[in-house]
């Protein structure tokens, strides 16, 4: 399946650690990641907290557990936790939620991954003995599924308020936070502030092979460094796949604006065909999510005949599809996947 791929807009976690990374991760000064002993995934997770304006942030294996853990300190079996249907979390996870936390999903019909206070409000349960326990409220910023959106900081705000108000905790899956900040211009920590728990991934794309960095209070992280031990998620002379991580935090950040107007490009040229339905306004930051419903093709028959060509796209529902744009395919790649994709669509119809 994989060998012929020239052009891989599959998902940013496609990116390869470059040569200069590489070189970072061989030179890491290293120790025990476990007894708080190694100097480099220190550094990490002293550049991510003050990053994020958080006290403290922990260093796990992935972004997944990053939400995982952030779910098990927050809630106990039986409570409730308030997500967009799109969310990660509630689909990506492999029922994660209730398998480790005990915890179970009320999710919000949000507009492309975004709820407003008002949907909040309507989700919230009257306190009842026959009700779940509502204890966290989760946002992903970007909404990936949904096609990279933005949470604007205003609803942010206002959401923030309503969960408090309701006494809940928050939570920001911001595995691409930064590329909200970059397009944006808004810092990630303004984001993050009103979150008690915020991580943002490594391995997607800012190029890192492996990670995902978690901030909050001492005491968040004191008890989420609990629950990553017990998950097995606690490592040795993790300095080397930190090492990539600074790296990239130093790197990789600014240039996330790159993807961002190449995925415009790929959308605006997708747009072109009338039977493809993309909102290419919509396309805020490095996910175009179209449908190809009316062209006639189905999403995986569609994704392999851009494989003959050597191009690779993500089939996320029978006729909806995601391309992701990334740091290991350059512009030139993007318009020739776009201009491949037209001219298919056009021949066949
Ligand atoms: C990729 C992703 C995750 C999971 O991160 P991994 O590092 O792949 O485990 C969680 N949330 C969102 C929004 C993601 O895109």
Redo the contacts with the bound molecule.
Sequence with gaps: MTTNIRIDLFSD?KTRPSAAMRQAMAMAEVGDEQVDEDPTTNLLQERVAKLLGKEAALFTP????C?QIALAVHCRPGEEVIADKTA?IVN?EAGGMAAIAGAQARTIDGVRGVFTAEQLQAALRMPARISPLQRLVSI?QTA?LAGGTIWPLSIVSEVAEVARAAGMALHM?G??LLNAAVESGIAASSYAAPFDSVWI?L??GLGCPVG?VMAGSAQFISEAARIKQRLGGAMRQSGMLAAAGIYALDNNVARLAEDHANARDFARIAAQVQSVIVDADAVETNIVVFDVAETGWTGPDLARRLLEDGIRVSVIGPTLMRAVTHLDVERAGVIEAAETFVRIIKQTH
């Design positions: 976690t992935s972004g997944t557990m939400n990660h990506s992903e990936n899956d595995a691409r991934d391995s997607k995902a």
